[in-house]
Structures are given as C-alpha cells and as structure tokens.
C-alpha cells in the first residue's frame, strides 16, 4: 500500500511530500494554495505509473521534468517507485526504478537510467527498451508470461512485490468537484458483452453498467449500498426500469434505464441535485470498486452541512481498507479530524509547500478562521486563514 507520494515540478509544486500514514487524510489551506494541483499531481502520477508509456493525446500536459518518488509497504517490505518524465534532444523519454528493502540491505529490482535501456536483477546485461516505455511496463508484461524469460528470472523472488505495486497504481479513483456521470440507459446484451470483454465506449455507461453488475450480481451489496443512501436520506429506492425503443427500420429493442425513488415519485440521476449525484457516486465507488486510493476536490462542495458530517462518518468507516486523501475548505474539518489526519498547504515563493498539522497549531489556527459569529451565521462560510495563523503554520 503506498504510503508516502513525493511530487516534483508539477504546475506550482517544487518539491511536496504528502504522506499517507493515516488512512482518512484532509488537505487544507487558502485558494491558491495548490490543493487542487496536489491532487491532479498524485493522479496523473498514478496513470503513468500504470500505463508506463507517454499518451501522445495531451503530452504538452505533462511538465517536463515530472518526478515522482513512491514509498510503499509490499508484503511488508518497504518498497520505492520512482518516475521521472524527461525531454532531450527533442525528444520525450521516462526514466524510473523499482527498489525493496530486504533486511538492511535495499535491491534495485530493475532500473531504466538512461532512454534506450533498462537493468534487471541478477542480469549483467542491459536490454534495449523504448525511449517513452518505462521499465515497469516491460516487467508488467513479462509476469503476465506462462514462464519468465531468462533475461528476467531475477524478478521470479520480487514478483508478487511488483505486482502488488501495479495494481496500487491501477486502484485509483479521482472524484473532481464538477465532474458529474450520468447512468446512461443500456441493453442487457451489451450488459453481458461487457461482462465478457469489459470494453467501454463512454465513462457514462460503464457506470451504468457497474451500477447493474452490482444490482443483479451482487445483492447483499447493492441492498447495503441503498440501505446507506436510505439513511442519509437522499434516495428511497434505485430502480432499473425497462423500456421499449424502435431505431429507424421499426425494431424493438427492451432497454434499461436507471430511476431513482425520491418523495415517492421516480426520477433520472440528472433530477437530483449536484451534491446528491456526488454523494452517490463516491458511495457507489466505496461499495464496489477495489479501490486503493481515493483523492476528492472539495469534499463538501455543493453538499449541505449536516449531509457532509454524516458522509465524513461514512467515509472514516471505509478508509480503514482503502486510503482517502481529499481538499477541503469547510472549517467543521478541523472538529471532525485529528490533527494528524491534516496537511497545512501554503504557497511561498510561487510554488507550494506541504506541512503535517500538530495540537499545538489547532487552536491559534481555529480562533482565526472566521469572525466570532453563533454556528448558525457562519455554518456555511469557506475555510480562511488570517495572517497570524499563516505565520503559526510557516
């Protein structure tokens, strides 16, 4: 599981460490400050991590000079990824490393250093590899093989390590605050060919059918899924619908759209408010995603107060199998967590700095997030921080 992620020339982001040693973690700080850009950071790290090759699409996305360095516990050895995002000679190229502790002594698993090659464990030779493929990637494919070439039989001791690593980078999921699906309508044929295949053409429908895997392959989760959006009150009941269409030649087809049971009355997703949809949405990846990782912009964003307090609860109940790292502005995320559960985000000099909250911060940092008004008037105010405090913090 990772534990630690260390960013580098990443928009304003220098040099940040963000640690995940607790398993519920807030982001906290100023507009400005880069919570968003931390983020955006640990996920396009995590995709290129996993794809191990630069996407052609939006390269000019992508800093030259991106590094990233993982700490990792692996079958409980401390493990480190690094990847580095480089340009020369009009070229882009990925350099990275996989190295474990065993014992006292730390072994490089293997190590692409330079744009063309790549070393492997207890092989002396270098093996030639493309200039925008990085060394995880060769070995991802090499341990899905029958049997490891001979020029990879060193991995055969760290295989399991490695793999463990891969699917870390693939289990993530990242919740933007405007970002909204839309469960699309779907035949059931489709349904079963997705099963059998799982190819996508929208991120839509592959909610949609996600949403039916759950519903008709897994009951007891689904009924636990719908029981907790019962008792947060947003729904009454998820329904799967079934209606008739006919294209342009007169032919029926039976398609299924999803409703949902609110005051009685059913409606699309569509109808229910920006934070309801989001609230879904982030319980539905909890109840059937495997996932590692969770990173959410603003977590309270279009969500009412006493809804949020209650969707933190859940979200602490869940963050003990999977990790949450979310920005947040609300002040209530200073009563709700412990200050070791917050990282200080602050911008000096352009660029953004990172700092693990102590006791001693919360109360100098409380008395002057906002003016001394009654719960009521200011229940629904955005997280600042006057100057005082920023001096407390660093």
Known sequence: MIQEIRIQKYKSIKDVSIGLETPMTALVGKTGAGKTNVLEGIYLACVLAFSGSIPQSNTADIPRGFSVYYSMVLREKPCWYQFKFLFKKDRYF???????KEGRKKIEIFGKRDPFTVKVLDNSKLMYIP???SGLNIIKKMLIQPELPDEF???STYANEIAGAILDFSRIQYF??????????FLEKDFDL???TQFIISEDLRFSFELYDLFKNKPKQFETFARVLRELD???EIQASEITAKDEVGQE?????WRFLVNGKAFPFTCLSQGARRIIQMLFNLHYHKTALILIQQLESSIHYALFMDFLNILQEHAIEKKVLFSSYSEHIFKFLKPEQMIYLYNKNNATKARRLKSRHMGPLLSHLTPKE????????FLTISYRGRRLLG
């Open 253 to 257: 087809y039976h398609c299924l759209v």
């Open 234 to 236: 947003i729904v009454e």
């Open 374 to 381: 009654s719960h009521a008037q200011h229940s629904g105010k």
């Open 131 to 133: 200039a925008e493929t």
């Open 194 to 196: 997705w099963r059998k």
């Open 153 to 155: 039989s060193g991995l």
């Open 176 to 185: 933007r605050s405007q970002s909204q699906l839309d469960p699309a309508l």
């Open 94 to 100: 990925i350099q990275d490393s996989f190295t474990i």
